[in-house]
């Protein structure tokens, strides 16, 4: 038993109190984990339509992502120790790539971190994702026969790979983004690889198509 006078009463008091700001730290990171995983489905399901070339579809989902994201920053902002717990950095990140995934096949400029609301990891991030995105409308430009568009394309994934590797601090400042620049390295190389085969396999035909026109032309001449 303490043997100085009120401590019991004193302690109960300051148990309150911590009590009380522990279940508002928790419900504010109930609230924003809830909001960063609509985030992340939202984002997600905006890139899916970017690839469908749903625009209207791909921009009401950036919106709604945007929104929440909002929401989450908000709930989150007064416990910075629950924020840097990583998830609202997923969602950041998550929102970034599907924003960014749109400026690149739009050829629109590229948003910054401070414009897109992001913190600087989640922005490094969503960029290399968001140019490993551009593999999969490439191929689906050159099933088309549009090989100006994805060599335009395969430019862009090439530049935002070569800012990337320029980046070169410790893991803990950039969210692990050399792991995902490793992964975009063999994205674009294999997307390379894909062009390159297309681009020569179309230049032989058409080369096959003109040596067989010009056959036909002269076996038309000889008769």
């Not at 924020?83 to 969602?91: E, Q, V």
């Not at 749109?102 to 922005?123: F, H, M, P, R, T």
């Not at 070569?162 to 050399?178: Q, V």
Request: aromatic share 6%; charged share 30%.
């Amino acid at each position: 038993m303490s043997t100085v006078p009120g401590t019991s009463s004193y302690l109960v008091s300051l148990g309150e109190a911590i009590v009380s700001e522990l279940e508002e730290a928790h419900k504010a990171r109930e609230r924003g984990l809830t909001a960063c995983r609509r985030v992340i489905r939202a984002s997600s399901l905006a890139i899916r339509a970017v690839h469908r070339e749903l625009p209207e579809e791909y921009r009401k989902r950036i919106d709604e992502a945007e929104g929440t994201l909002r929401e989450a920053q908000k709930e989150l902002g007064p416990y910075p120790q629950i924020a840097h717990a990583g998830f609202l950095h997923d969602a950041e990140k998550e929102y970034a790539e599907a924003r960014l995934t749109v400026c690149l096949v739009e050829g629109n400029e590229l948003k910054s971190y401070e414009q897109l609301g992001v913190g600087i990891a989640a922005w490094l991030n969503g960029l290399a994702e968001a140019a490993s995105e551009l593999r999969r409308y490439i191929l689906d430009r050159l099933r088309r026969g549009e090989l100006d568009h994805a060599e335009m394309l395969l430019r862009q994934m090439e530049d935002c790979y070569e800012f990337l590797i320029g980046i070169d601090y410790p893991d803990a400042l950039t969210g692990g983004l050399r792991r995902t620049t490793d992964g975009l390295r063999a994205v674009l190389e294999r997307t390379r690889g894909d062009v390159t085969t297309t681009m020569i396999q179309s230049r032989l035909q058409h080369l096959l198509e003109e040596s067989i026109d010009r056959f036909s032309r002269t076996q038309v001449r000889d008769t």
